[in-house]
Each structure stands twice: as structure tokens, then as C-alpha cells.
């Protein structure tokens, strides 16, 4: 089932019991399963997110619910917020958590939003450019009109 989860680009799915253990996790060996801390794992070394983690992820097993951890990410010098939504697995004694980063989350809205401001950015040089033409048009047959009847 979560075999190879992906979710955006860098976003994962797991899944961890009661007890904090991780059932599942992309990050784990297979021989690590139902052995390994879910914290642990998904910490890595990081004390203090492993403290956070523990706290607004495995503490609230059993209830939905989102957290957000700001986190600097060292590769890329970027500080970045990761979102963590959990949720139990309905008739099982699992818990299911999905993660993913701000900017990928918000990657396909502001495509969206670069491809609709070009819309309406062409819209309005259309317009322009049609009164613009319809003005030159009215004035040039106002002139013909004009002289038309002025001669007879």
C-alpha cells in the first residue's frame, strides 16, 4: 500500500502504532519495522524536532490533525515550513502521517495564478488595442461622412 509513497517532489506518507513505533517509514529498513521509534526515524538526529515531533505528531495518536515545523534546511539555505497532517486508520491501530514542504504545496497554485495574471494581462492589451482601432475607425468615417455631406 506505501510501498513508495510520493507526495510533491520531497513530501512522504507513513505509518506508525500506538506504542510510537514506525510501521512503515520510506526513511527505515525493512528490519527496522515495528522496532524503531517513528520519532526516531523521522528525526534523524535533530533533538529538537524530535522533541516537537514527539509532542504534535505521536502524542495526539488517535485524533486528525496538522502541524507545522519551520525548519532551515542546511543543503539549500532555505528556510522552509513543513507540514505534517495525521489521521488514524479507520478499524486498525494505526496512525497515518502525510508530509510535505510550503513551497511545493504552493507550486501549482502559483502556476495557476502566473498563467491566469498572463490571461488577463493579454485580455487587457486586447481591449486596449480594439478601442484604440474602434476610435481611429469612428474618427476616420466621421471625416468621410463628413466631407461626403459637405460636398453636396
Known amino acids: 500500500l506505501l510501498s513508495n509513497p510520493r507526495l510533491y517532489k520531497t513530501g512522504i506518507a507513513y505509518i506508525f502504532d500506538s506504542q510510537g513505533l514506525a510501521v512503515y517509514h520510506p526513511l527505515m529498513q525493512?528490519?527496522?519495522?515495528?522496532?524503531?521509534?517513528?520519532?526516531?526515524?523521522?528525526?534523524?538526529?535533530?533533538?529538537?524536532?524530535?522533541?516537537?515531533?514527539?509532542?504534535?505528531?505521536?502524542?495526539?495518536?488517535?485524533?486528525?490533525?496538522?502541524?507545522?515545523?519551520?525548519?532551515?534546511?542546511?543543503v539549500t539555505g532555505r528556510d522552509e515550513m513543513w507540514f505534517y497532517h495525521f489521521q488514524p486508520i479507520p478499524s486498525t491501530p494505526y496512525q497515518l502521517v502525510v508530509t510535505a514542504v510550503d513551497y511545493e504545496i504552493v507550486a501549482s497554485a502559483e502556476a495557476l495564478e502566473s498563467s491566469m495574471l498572463l490571461v488577463i494581462n493579454l485580455c487587457i492589451v486586447g481591449t486596449v488595442i480594439t478601442l484604440i482601432v474602434s476610435g481611429c475607425f469612428l474618427f476616420y468615417m466621421t471625416r468621410w461622412v463628413d466631407k461626403k455631406f459637405a460636398r453636396q
Open 30 to 74: 525493512a528490519e527496522q519495522r515495528g522496532t524503531a521509534m517513528v520519532a526516531d526515524v523521522a528525526s534523524g538526529a535533530d533533538m529538537r524536532f524530535k522533541a516537537e515531533y514527539i509532542k504534535n505528531v505521536v502524542g495526539k495518536f488517535g485524533s486528525n490533525g496538522t502541524w507545522v515545523y519551520p525548519w532551515s534546511n542546511p
